[in-house]
């Protein structure tokens, strides 16, 4: 893949952008989407709008793109979900309106991803690093999801009071059952690429460094059924749909949830978006640790109180 991937993009993709880097295989018509938003590798307005204008651009030019690949260009983390630091900006200042423009731009991009078979195009997560919230949300939106061994992910949005709003719930109760989407959002943990394996929440868990080659491997046996599978694809998201009213439902009933954070619970979103500027800038420490001293300090509330802080999630 590496000695051909680096061919000129089809002119009808070739744009500037400051947060995505397209990269084009003429073999398999695929386009790979690496993103590295700085400071934080999360989906800022910015990041969104950049990825909304590649999907439309793959959505006006039908056929062009077969397998869309989506991986990060930061090493260590796929992505860090939400904008934790604007959502404190915004619930600080009441712009409740605003908030929801943030979570309507989410779920517009979810809704592309969920139509892509419709499209034509095969979706592929490469999963190379820590992902959480929203950054889990995105990766389980593709038809194939790829994790090399030491990525962790977890949805930890209930150590500050919040929930996976942009279709965390749908996704995985879909992938995994109800049963395994009640754990792993209310208990706020992280999990390794075998565990979520286990739980039937990823496709294939490699070796670290060996990520790319299994994309080629999934794209290059797709190939001779790629009518059939995309047929399939389209039959399975019949048979356990995902509407766009209940994704706009669940992310309306997130936004006012947002607004009802204590400062405690913005503290800790704080403290949590500090921790993901570390691990981007390369500390042995990240977004990952802070979250298991969180939900440290929680056992330990807990433990003095007898009443678990949990107990107020809205």
């Known amino acids: 893949m590496n000695n051909i991937i680096g061919t000129t993009l089809p002119s009808a993709l070739h744009r500037p952008y400051k947060y995505v880097r397209l990269q084009w295989n003429p073999e398999f018509s695929a386009l790979t989407l690496r993103v590295n938003v700085k400071p934080i590798q999360c989906?800022?307005?910015?990041?969104?709008?950049?990825l909304q204008q590649v999907f439309n651009d793959i959505s006006a030019n039908p056929g062009l793109v077969r397998h869309f690949v989506y991986a990060s260009d930061v090493p260590g983390v796929?992505?860090?979900g939400g904008d934790l630091s604007l959502f404190v900006l915004l619930v600080r200042a009441r712009d409740l309106e605003s908030l929801r423009l943030y979570a309507r731009r989410c779920i517009d991009l979810v809704w592309w991803w969920e139509n892509a078979a419709h499209l034509g195009v095969h979706t592929i997560a490469l999963v190379q690093g820590d992902t959480l919230g929203g950054g889990l949300e995105s990766a389980l939106l593709h038809?194939?999801?790829?994790?090399?061994?030491?990525?962790?992910?977890?949805?930890p949005e209930v150590l500050f009071n919040l929930f996976p709003g942009m279709g965390g719930w749908n996704l995985t109760i879909?992938?995994?059952g109800y049963s395994v989407a009640n754990d792993m959002?209310?208990?706020g943990q992280i999990y390794t690429a075998d565990q979520l394996h286990r739980r039937g929440l990823i496709e294939h868990v490699v070796d670290d460094g060996a990520g790319e080659q299994a994309v080629e491997?999934?794209?290059?046996?797709?190939?001779?059924?790629?009518?059939?599978s995309l047929a399939a694809l389209q039959a399975r998201r019949i048979a356990a749909p995902i509407t766009y009213e209940s994704l706009q439902t669940i992310v309306d009933?997130?936004?006012?949830?947002?607004?009802?954070?204590?400062?405690?619970?913005?503290?800790?979103m704080e403290r949590l978006a500090r921790a993901q500027v570390r691990k981007v800038g390369g500390a042995d420490e990240g977004a990952v640790e802070e979250i298991k001293r969180m939900e440290l300090d929680t056992a330990w509330g807990v433990e003095r109180t007898g009443v678990s802080e949990w107990a107020t999630l809205t």
């Open 185 to 187: 959002i209310l208990s």
């Open 217 to 228: 491997h999934i794209m290059r046996t797709l190939e001779p059924r790629f009518r059939g």
């Open 78 to 80: 796929f992505n860090f």
């Open 43 to 50: 989906y800022s307005l910015a990041a969104l709008g950049e």
């Open 174 to 176: 879909r992938k995994a």
């Open 253 to 268: 009933h997130w936004a006012v949830t947002a607004m009802s954070l204590t400062n405690r619970d913005l503290r800790l």
């Open 143 to 155: 038809h194939t999801v790829v994790f090399e061994r030491s990525a962790q992910a977890g949805y």
